[in-house]
């Protein structure tokens, strides 16, 4: 047996697409289309384009396996086939709803991806019965032998005027010689009690389509409808000192002290604060007898 089909149906089983139609598109709800390929390059391109043809919000678009999946920062996902789950979600915040609440305007749109990040990360705690903690903007971590790891990730991408698609990757089933770098974790490597992908993928969209009906409730409003409050508490990044690689190749170091009513990090630093709202940012672990700016293999 070779090592791409190792691991059988029994031990990757996959996902049924009926069933979790059946869970997930009720009416009311935000879920209105449901699809399971085996295999793609990018949920998140092929959703986009969906988009682009008039897909209405509610697409849920999920691949047992991606052959060119892609993350944030022109960065590549990738996983085996069905060792996560990997899919993506159209919202259409620029619409009405259809109890009449008004399109939301484009300057809050910036906190679905940490919207996406609250949810994901809630669902999966409870679900999993791991422990999770968000990385700025919206990497999911777990501990792994005391160590914050990368365990899921979004990306967020504009689709037309009305819509933009939001794409999660999270592993649930690598073994480490299986993770792409090795800062990377899953949900198994956590010591994960539950990794069956079918309630794991429910949760996750019951979830987001709990946080996002409270965040259309109040026209997007990330403080009235507690987002704001339930990402700072979730969010490991605050309180920590970070190194910022901002977008045209300048650093910033200084402490992560609050994330602002538009998403972004602040961070304080040589007494000024700036808001970062794009970029890299690393959290910098104080290593006994070391200086904080550490080497790499103590950042996440
Ligand atoms: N399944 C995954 N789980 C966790 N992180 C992943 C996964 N797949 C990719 N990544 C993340 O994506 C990044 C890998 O992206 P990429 O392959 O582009 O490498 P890079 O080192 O960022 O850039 P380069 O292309 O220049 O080598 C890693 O930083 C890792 O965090
Ligand atoms: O951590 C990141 O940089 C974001 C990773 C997002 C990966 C997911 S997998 C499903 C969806 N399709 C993609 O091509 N990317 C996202």
Request: hydrophobic share 40%; net charge negative; aromatic share 4%.
């Amino acid at each position: 047996m070779t090592s791409s089909n190792r691991w059988s149906d029994l031990e990757r089983p996959p996902l049924n697409e009926s069933t979790l139609r059946r869970a997930l598109l009720t009416s009311p709800g935000l879920w209105t289309a449901l699809d399971v390929v085996a295999d793609t390059g990018s949920t998140n391109s092929d959703l986009v384009a969906r988009a682009k043809a008039g897909a209405a919000e509610g697409a849920v678009l999920v691949a047992e396996g991606q052959s060119a999946g892609r993350g944030r920062l022109e960065r590549r996902w990738t996983a085996p086939a069905r060792s996560g789950l990997f899919f993506s979600i159209l919202l259409r915040p620029g619409l009405p709803t259809p109890d009449g609440r008004p399109a939301v305007p484009v300057d809050r749109w910036g906190w679905l991806p940490l919207l996406a990040g609250v949810a994901t990360a809630a669902a999966v705690s409870r679900t999993a019965g791991v422990d999770t903690a968000l990385k700025w903007p919206n990497d999911l971590l777990v501990s792994v032998g005391g160590e914050e790891r990368k365990t899921a990730g979004i990306l967020a991408e504009r689709a037309d005027d009305t819509g933009l698609v939001i794409g999660v990757g999270l592993n649930v089933s690598l073994r480490e010689d299986e993770l792409p770098v090795p800062t990377a974790a899953s949900l198994a490597l956590a010591g994960a009690p539950v990794l069956d992908r079918d309630p794991l993928l429910r949760a996750v969209l019951r979830s987001v389509a709990e946080w996002y009906g409270r965040w259309r409730a109040v026209d997007g409003d990330p403080h009235e409808c507690r987002l704001q409050e339930a990402y700072a508490a979730g969010c490991a990044t605050l309180g920590r000192t970070v190194r910022a690689e901002l977008p045209g190749g300048r650093e910033l170091v200084g402490e992560a002290v609050a994330v602002d009513s538009d998403g972004r990090l602040v961070i304080s630093a040589g007494g000024r604060q700036e808001p970062v709202g794009a970029g890299d940012v690393v959290h910098i672990r104080p290593v006994a007898g070391h200086d904080a700016e550490s080497d790499r293999g103590d950042e996440r």
